[in-house]
């Protein structure tokens, strides 16, 4: 059995400079949501996917950030000129259809300096 | 005013201390509450799973609702020094992004 992956779980960036992180769900499931955590703050919705469709997008989420999951499967999270106050932690998320639990994968942390 | 209030800790206990941890909420709607323990530098594990008002319990673990004072409780029960991590509360309406508390640290000493 596999629980939510991500990868890559740290990376460390130039401000400026754009990343890319990729979340693979529970198998099966369809609903699929990012989160952000900074230190001492509990996770903040970022987005959510059914399938491949994004159905909701926080405020938090500005114009440099861009979400995707082509195919339903995995999602990918991009953030574009990487500010310093970026650097968080940011979780992936996902549910079966029928259910209300969310099950978190381990998390990419992201220190850009 | 944040939707979701939860004192941040720390909570120091001995080994073997019943502790309890709580969180208020504003939001009416809210009917499913959860509570995840975090570990640091890991990602939220579930722990427990309740609808509307009530008592569940598992194990060393009981989480309780009160729906009409907007209050949610975890009380684990002889707590052991694996229990040092942080504890979040979430809420939602259902089938919807969770709403998080800023997350009690505990730490238990041997």
């Known amino acids: 059995d596999t629980g939510v992956s991500q990868n890559p779980r740290h990376k460390i960036t130039k401000r400026g400079q754009n990343v890319t992180f990729r979340c693979d769900p529970i198998?099966?499931?369809?609903?699929l949501y990012w989160y952000r955590q900074t230190l001492g703050q509990g996770p903040e919705f970022l987005t959510y996917?059914?399938?491949?469709?994004?159905?909701?997008k926080s405020r938090l989420l500005s114009d440099r950030f861009s979400a995707e999951r082509p195919k339903g499967s995995f999602s990918t999270l991009e953030i574009q000129r990487t500010e310093q106050g970026d650097s968080a932690m940011y979780l992936c998320?996902?549910?079966?259809?029928?259910?209300?639990?969310?099950?978190f994968g381990p998390g990419t942390r992201l220190t850009v300096l | 005013q944040k939707e979701v209030e939860q004192d941040p800790g720390p909570l120091s206990v001995p080994e073997g201390a019943i502790v309890s941890l709580n969180c208020t909420y504003s939001?009416?709607?809210?009917?499913?509450f959860m509570w995840y323990r975090q570990y640091s530098r890991k990602g939220p594990e579930l722990l427990m799973y309740?609808?509307?008002?009530g008592n569940k319990e598992d194990g060393r673990f009981t989480a309780q609702v009160d729906k009409s004072s907007k209050y949610i409780s975890l009380f684990i029960r002889d707590s052991q020094p694996s229990d040092s991590a942080t504890y979040l509360c979430?809420?939602?309406?259902?089938?919807?992004?969770?709403?998080f508390g800023t997350g009690t640290r505990l730490l238990v000493s041997p």
């Open positions: 198998s099966e499931h369809n609903r």
């Open positions: 998320a996902s549910r079966d259809g029928g259910a209300n639990e969310q099950f």
């Open positions: 939001n009416s709607a809210f009917q499913y």
């Open positions: 996917f059914q399938n491949e469709a994004q159905l909701e």
């Open positions: 979430a809420m939602n309406t259902g089938f919807q992004k969770l709403v």
């Open positions: 309740t609808y509307s008002s």
